[in-house]
């Protein structure tokens, strides 16, 4: 979503202005959003530190400490976890990191060394070819602060940073109906940098505009097409 600042603070303003936002019933629903960290690679080790209450999903016998590293690890299409005191365990080909408090407000994250990013909400780790692919599964909310900080900035205009984070919700709920794949952190659809709790005015935007989404004619009008 590369266009001229100028453009797309008028064009985003505009439409928040004048299209209705989205149904109350369905503005109401817990949804989840799992984004593809394209950006990060498949790297063969990858690093991270834990911040926060987080559990191994299925578990219960993984004690994760908050404020410790570890290290996943691809070795034969199967994935270890090593570090903070856990000793080294093989997860199989998948796991997930559970945040089991999640959102700004609970200050837990996942930060992946590799990039310096944090990220909120759960991190599912696959074997993929040769490395290890990380998935970020978060509350929609929560996911388009992350989109608004990296498409724009905490330095815009609050309107203009309303205006993205409806335009950014519309894009994430047309994707639900029409992507047979999870969403790219990438431009092939919204490029998304994780959390950073700093950016307050990124906040105050999608908190004012919760459930907020452009509509046309019943269904769903996005101001974005991934390439191709």
């Known amino acids: 979503m590369r266009k001229s600042l100028v453009t797309i603070f008028a064009v985003l303003t505009a439409l928040a202005l004048l299209l209705p936002s989205m149904p109350t019933a369905r503005a109401s629903e817990v949804v989840m959003v799992r984004c593809e960290l394209r950006s990060v690679g498949t790297p063969v080790t990858t690093s991270i530190q834990i ?12 004690v994760l400490s908050s404020g410790s590293d570890y290290t996943v690890t691809n070795s034969g299409n199967s994935l270890t976890l090593s570090g903070g005191g856990i000793g080294s365990v093989n997860l199989g080909n998948s796991f997930t990191i559970q945040a089991l408090q999640s959102g700004p407000a609970a200050g837990a994250y996942i930060y992946v060394r590799d990039v310096m990013r944090s990220y909120l909400g759960d991190m599912i780790f696959t074997a993929a070819t040769g490395g290890v692919r990380l998935v970020n599964r978060l509350y929609i909310e929560d996911y388009v602060i992350g989109v608004v900080r990296s498409e724009m900035n905490d330095a815009f205009p609050l309107e203009a940073l309303k ?17 047979d794949r999870d969403i790219y952190d990438t431009e092939a659809d919204q490029v998304y940098r994780g959390y950073k709790s700093s950016e307050t005015n990124v906040h105050r935007a999608v908190t004012e505009t919760t459930g907020m989404v452009m509509t046309l004619m019943g269904g769903y009008r996005g101001c974005h097409r991934p390439p191709g």
Do not use: M, P, W
């Open 163 to 179: 205006a993205q984070a409806i335009a950014a919700r519309t894009y994430v709920f047309k994707s639900l109906e029409t992507l």
């Open 51 to 62: 911040n926060g209450s987080y559990q191994v999903s299925g578990r219960t016998d993984i």
